[in-house]
């Protein structure tokens, strides 16, 4: 169990590797929550935005947090020279909604995690009934997407992407307590605006314990990585999914859905773009907000 009673700590086997995941369990077994977490964080993390939409639908609704390969408890190999890009963890994302063998869901991510959750939207439409995407990854212009993958193709780097990924590649991995992590990540860089039980829960569920010293279960390298290899055409997935989609954002520089994004998918009946005062890690930094828009969301007619 973790700290919150509401919910469970699970794992499954996924083609024999062992991957972690939060369950929230609720009465109905019809359509429950997927919930996919951003790069470097974990499903941990989002605990108390989860407990809050649990708790909105009284308990009717249950939620499943995934932790993706290199992240949080999932113990699958994370060998960073292997990660080609985020289609693994698309794959191995569908790969878990299958096994749960559900009918029909809900699908929710933040940043990487709406990216992973509109992939399966544009492959999966039959099961999937909405999906939420907090401050996804839309920074690219659609008609530069072509040229920039062809950059990515003969190794010139995006700055935006490059930037974030030595950020993460000098993250510090090695500490002597679970306080002393505490202490240092509260803020500092992109945890400034965090709440200190958020940070608190992102450790819990994205530390482990080896000879003595906590580490980073989502090494530096990994989450270095997994920048490098964003996905420029996501355009595409959405512009396949037929479910509705609810896209909010942040009205900070730090947004990575840009004006070029909302422009471009504006154009789109069944999208709804929502924009409030917050960063990047507005479903952090405002839960009760958050929960209260993909509530209302969720229970439209």
Known sequence: MTDKAKVSREK??????????????????NNPIIFFHATGLNAATYLNLLTKIYDNFDGERSIYAFDQRGHGLSEAEADHKKLKSWRQ???EAITF?????????ELMG??????????????????????????????YEPKEVIKLKIKKFLQFSDLSASNKSSGARQRRNNFASFDEAVEHFTGRAMFVSWPEESIK???????????????????PAWEAKTFETV??????FLKK????????RGDKETST????????LSKKNNILIEEYNGTHFLPIENVELVSSRVVDFLSKD
Do not use: W
């Open 241 to 248: 999914a037929t479910c509705p989609v609810l896209i909010i």
């Open 201 to 219: 829960s992102y450790l819990k569920g994205g530390l482990v314990k080896r000879e003595g010293s906590f580490f980073l279960s989502c090494d």
């Open 89 to 91: 963890f698309s794959k």
């Open 257 to 264: 859905f840009t004006d070029e994004a909302k422009k471009a």
């Open 12 to 29: 499954i086997s996924l083609h024999e590797e062992s991957f972690s995941y939060l369950f929230f369990k609720g009465r109905s077994k």
């Open 110 to 139: 933040h940043s990487m995690g709406g990216i992973v959750a509109s992939e399966i939207a544009s492959q999966l439409k039959l099961k999937v009934n909405n999906l939420i995407m907090l401050e996804p990854v839309l920074y």
């Open 97 to 105: 909604l299958n096994a749960l063998g559900h009918e029909s869901v």
């Open 231 to 236: 996905t420029f055409d996501t355009y595409r």
